[in-house]
């Protein structure tokens, strides 16, 4: 890669970072009736940009042995960006948290629109806009974001995972994903108001994780909001996009420990007085721990076997590539400074 390449994606990762919300661990794997904490992110996988106010979450509960027991707003705090969810895990087995928020409007350039559906991936509504000659419009988009994390308490396994919370859309295992290890395929079906949403774009990330059965310390990070402040996304290389088939299913190869996301906007034309589209937002976050036999951790591979992620640096190209990264970082923070786009929360 040249490294005018080098630092335009540098500037396009500072300046037009995706705005998702995610639920996230520090560990996926918890011990029955102990304290412990989930975090909402707003902006990234890897860092949150702002904490999401309670009387935005229409629903937060958390699903164990069979039971959907609905979060207090008291249990929620904010810490680094982030709501911290702080609750007395049950019984062992498979547990689920959700959250759903309630809709805001917001209204961007046509110029600020385009860069969106670009950079978040929403390929299909912008080459409906090339096809009908829209990309000078601007819009006002009606957003809300539906979220997901599946984790393990203990070492009992339960049929909790595949819970439907009833979000306007959300992703559903169709098996446990603790119990797969790396080596292993899943398949996650996409529901839109209850039933498969077919041929839409889905986006799989991957975070390596030395060892996802031992407990970390916090770390800070946060939830998306569609208005936050950019900040780089280090997870694009890690990440692949998938297409769901005629039963709304992606499947996928399970290739290393670690903690796996899967994220998707769905967008649709509005008539409603003063809009224009409507979007949905849904994530779904789980870990994978130890294999029977695996070698050393490795990002997500496509399955025709190319590699995912970016080729290495040759000898030479380190300190030109600095360089190039301190003079990107100026100026993306002096454009930014100067052309801050509305933002999500």
């Known amino acids: 890669m040249t490294m005018k390449n080098k630092i335009l994606l540098l500037l396009a990762f500072v ?29 990234t996988f890897e860092r949150s940009e702002n904490a999401i106010s309670r009387d935005r979450m ?8 069979g039971e959907r027991i609905a979060v207090d707003s008291t249990q929620w705090s904010d810490m680094d960006n982030a709501a911290i969810l702080s609750f007395t895990t049950g019984e062992a087995g498979t547990w689920v948290a959700g959250v759903s928020t309630a809709a805001r409007n917001i209204e961007m350039t046509a110029e600020d629109f385009n860069g969106y559906l670009e950079h978040d991936g929403v390929l299909d ?3 409906w806009r090339r096809e009908n000659n829209a990309l000078g419009s601007g819009a006002v988009e009606k957003y809300s974001k539906h979220v997901k994390a599946i984790f393990q308490v203990g070492e009992a396994k339960t049929e909790d995972w595949q819970t439907v919370l009833g979000y306007p859309i959300e992703f559903i ?29 889905v986006y799989l990330g991957f975070q390596p ?14 939830d998306h909001s569609h208005d936050d402040a950019a900040g780089a996304d280090h997870t694009h290389e890690n990440t692949r996009s998938l297409t ?35 979007s949905n937002w849904a994530t779904l976050t789980f ?37 190039g990264l301190l003079v990107g970082v100026g100026l993306a923070l002096l454009v930014f400074l100067l052309f801050r786009r509305p933002k999500r929360s």
Request: proline letters at 8%; a negative charge; glycine letters at 10%.
């Open 15 to 43: 300046l037009l970072t995706s705005h998702d919300m995610f639920l996230k661990l520090d560990s996926y794997f918890l011990q029955p009736n102990t304290p412990a904490t989930i975090q909402l992110y707003n902006g």
């Open 58 to 65: 229409l629903d937060a509960s958390l699903v164990g042995n």
């Open 125 to 127: 509504m912008l080459e």
């Open 173 to 201: 295992p169709l098996e446990n994903p603790y119990d797969l290890h790396p080596g292993h395929s899943l398949s996650v079906r996409l529901l839109w108001q209850g039933e498969p949403l077919v041929n839409q774009l």
């Open 209 to 222: 994780s030395p060892d996802p059965g031992q407990s970390h310390s916090h770390s800070d990070e946060a």
């Open 244 to 278: 769901t088939d005629g039963d709304g299913i992606v499947r996928f190869p399970i290739t290393a420990k670690g903690v796996w996301y899967l994220r998707t906007i769905y967008m649709t034309l509005s008539d409603a007085p003063g809009l224009t589209h409507e």
């Open 287 to 323: 870990g994978v721990g130890e294999g029977h036999s695996h070698g050393d951790t490795v990002s997500p591979a496509p399955e025709d076997g190319t590699s995912a992620g970016e080729p290495e640096m040759q000898d030479g190209d380190d300190y030109t590539f600095v360089y």
